[in-house]
T-cell receptor, first 109, second 115 residues
Framework: GQNIDQPTEMTATEGAIVQINCTYQTSGFNGLFWYQQHAGEAPTFLSYNVLDGLEEKGRFSSFLSRSKGYSYLLLKELQMKDSASYLCAVRDSNYQLIWGAGTKLIIKP | IAGITQAPTSQILAAGRRMTLRCTQDMRHNAMYWYRQDLGLGLRLIHYSNTAGTTGKGEVPDGYSVSRANTDDFPLTLASAVPSQTSVYFC??????????????FGPGTRLTVL
């Protein structure tokens, strides 16, 4: 079957760095997405990786290793507004997204 | 309209009743999707449409039906609601094709409670 694993919850301090991991087993691979979802709101797109390596976008970076079925989202200089759930999703061989359950990130002052 | 709209925002429904959740996008995206999101579970695909006039079943299609008469609208119908269909429903859209990442854009969601 298809499976996406992420930690359920993480806590970090304002101004610090946090890494959210995602491992996947899917039927085919056509890219990995990270989305941010604030409580009670819709998911919004953060990043996309299809080749191995690091993609940097401001304070956020995303890394992919296809051979290991592994990705991480790195958030730097954490701000209180970064408190949200972070969703990992893999596009499978049918070009449909398979979603992880999300990681709830709590930022403390 | 800017982006994707969904209606209603929330609804309490008696079991056995029929309900249609509405979704409209103005981005001229070919592909549209319906997901449900339940606590502790990832978004699960109910139905999708790659282009107007076509639809397909996702991971959890039972009890739901969709239609795609035009590019902009993609309604989701619960023919006879059951309590297990209590969830938050998100509609999303994207460009189709395989030559770009084609991120999905989400509507604000409909919170449905079936009693």
């Amino acid at each position: 079957g298809q499976n996406i694993d992420q930690p359920t919850e993480m806590t970090a301090t304002e101004g610090a760095i946090v890494q959210i991991n995602c491992t996947y087993q899917t039927s085919g691979f056509n890219g990995l997405f990270w989305y941010q979802q604030h409580a009670g709101e819709a998911p919004t797109f953060l990043s996309y990786n299809v080749l191995d390596g690091l993609e940097e976008k401001g304070r956020f970076s995303s890394f992919l290793s296809r051979s290991k079925g592994y990705s991480y989202l790195l958030l730097k200089e954490l701000q209180m507004k970064d408190s949200a759930s972070y969703l990992c999703a893999v596009r499978d061989s049918n070009y449909q997204l398979i979603w992880g359950a999300g990681t709830k990130l709590i930022i403390k002052p | 309209i800017a982006g994707i709209t969904q209606a209603p925002t929330s609804q309490i429904l008696a079991a056995g009743r029929r309900m249609t959740l509405r979704c409209t996008q103005d981005m001229r995206h070919n592909a549209m999707y319906w997901y449900r999101q339940d606590l502790g579970l990832g978004l699960r695909l109910i139905h999708y449409s790659n282009t107007a006039g076509t639809t397909g079943k996702g991971e959890v299609p039972d009890g739901y039906s969709v239609s795609r008469a035009n590019t902009d609208d993609f309604p989701l119908t619960l023919a006879s609601a059951v309590p297990s269909q209590t969830s938050v429903y998100f509609c999303a859209s994207s460009d189709s094709g395989t030559d770009y990442y084609n991120e999905q854009f989400f509507g604000p969601g409909t919170r449905l409670t079936v009693l």
